[in-house]
């Protein structure tokens, strides 16, 4: 996931997903990254504020009530939609088909040194946390990218245990 400024979720961080379902976080947290249109070319810089990490989602979902409640103004077509305010315009132009429509998806690469000064000297299990639950050879493998400085201990989360025996 990436995530930096990470603290426990609870009840109140919750939230209601397309289908009604309530689902409760286990983490939120800010990712800091440069977001990029479709061909690649760098829109804007950006740091958004207060994820919500979910088990139940496969996707970092953006409320547009949140974002017209922050004064964005939001429009759209069957293409793309886009969000805009002061100078910022951000177009979510790459289309993921769902079922019964479509979700409108930006890319976003995170600012690395951000995420290496925020977890540097960790522990495994924040480090398998905060990039994924990915298996160890991934957790371990990332972390030696971003040069991320790891305590020997185990890592106790149920999905990393798993990974490792497959």
Same mark, same amino acid.
């Given at each position: 996931m990436g995530m930096i400024e990470v603290r426990k979720g609870g009840k109140e961080d919750s939230a209601i997903v397309g289908?009604?379902?309530?689902?409760?976080? !286990? %983490?939120v947290g800010s990712?800091?990254?440069?977001?990029?249109?479709?061909?690649?070319?760098?829109i804007a810089k950006a740091k958004l504020k207060n994820i919500i990490h979910t088990?139940?989602?496969?996707?970092?979902?953006?409320?547009?009530v949140k974002i017209i409640s922050k004064e964005w103004k939001v429009k759209g077509s069957k293409t793309h939609f886009? !969000? %805009?305010k002061q100078d910022t315009t951000i177009t979510f132009d790459i289309i993921i088909r769902i079922q019964k429509g479509m979700l409108f998806y930006i890319s976003m690469y995170w600012h690395t040194s951000e995420?290496?000064?925020?977890?540097?000297n960790t522990s495994k299990d924040k480090a398998h946390r905060v990039l994924g639950y990915s298996s160890e050879e991934a957790t371990l493998e990332t972390a030696c990218i971003l040069e991320l400085k790891l305590s020997r201990a185990i890592c106790k989360c149920e999905s990393y245990q798993s990974a490792k025996v497959k």
């Amino acid at each position: 996931m990436g995530m930096i400024e990470v603290r426990k979720g609870g009840k109140e961080d919750s939230a209601i997903v397309g289908n009604g379902e309530k689902v409760d976080s !286990i %983490e939120v947290g800010s990712i800091a990254g440069t977001i990029t249109d479709k061909k690649g070319k760098e829109i804007a810089k950006a740091k958004l504020k207060n994820i919500i990490h979910t088990l139940a989602s496969k996707f970092n979902l953006l409320s547009i009530v949140k974002i017209i409640s922050k004064e964005w103004k939001v429009k759209g077509s069957k293409t793309h939609f886009i !969000i %805009e305010k002061q100078d910022t315009t951000i177009t979510f132009d790459i289309i993921i088909r769902i079922q019964k429509g479509m979700l409108f998806y930006i890319s976003m690469y995170w600012h690395t040194s951000e995420l290496s000064n925020a977890t540097i000297n960790t522990s495994k299990d924040k480090a398998h946390r905060v990039l994924g639950y990915s298996s160890e050879e991934a957790t371990l493998e990332t972390a030696c990218i971003l040069e991320l400085k790891l305590s020997r201990a185990i890592c106790k989360c149920e999905s990393y245990q798993s990974a490792k025996v497959k």
